[in-house]
């Protein structure tokens, strides 16, 4: 019994030091590598094979330079205020939203782009501890070895921006016809406006809820200042 305990642990020490070693080898490797292909687009193709949907996904990489600065500011403005400012985590707002749930109420804003950055391309996606605590291990890793600019870079070439479409470029395509590039000030707002739920929401034609976060996207974007 006490060897197979032993092999046991050997085993758990030996996996856990793979585990380390091969995760920080894959972040140090995206911080030079794009991001072609995530998890989350292998899970909608999936989920639309089996809803009879066509199996669509529309993405392209840009470099940060070739991303507007105004859809840069738009998602710090709609989904993480202090993302220049912390470590990857914004405690106030984890705080807040634990006692909201508490409540029974919903907030948005637990996750900074960090954590959602760290999701999209190593994780899955759902609420277990298990991934969550895979999440804030990624989230460390790539505030070590990556910058902000570069996240940033990551976050907006791999998030969910409408049905199939992921990515600043393939979703200014989508939405407005243009590169990412060219995007003006409101349209950047729209598409940042969309990101809680970018499948049920639109950037263009939208409801009188998203046009009055847009509204309140454009006047966040006024205070942000792009210091990475």
Known sequence: MKRKL???KRFLFKAMLWFIGLSIFGVILFRFVPVFYTPLMTIRAVENLFDGKDMVCSHDWEPL???????????IASEDATFLQHHGFDFNAIQKAMKNNEKGKKLRGGSTIS????KNVFLWQGRSWLRKGLEAWFTVLIEVFWSKERIMEVYLNSIEMGNGVYGAEAASQYWYRKSADNLTKREAAGIAAILPNPRK????NSSARINRKK??????????????
């Open 6 to 8: 032993q092999r046991l």
């Open 65 to 75: 330079e070739n991303i507007s600065p105004n859809l840069q500011k738009a998602v």
């Open 115 to 118: 954590q959602q950055t760290a």
């Open 201 to 204: 929401f639109t950037a263009t």
């Open 215 to 228: 509204d309140r996207v454009m006047a966040g974007m006024a205070s942000v200042k792009l210091d990475y």
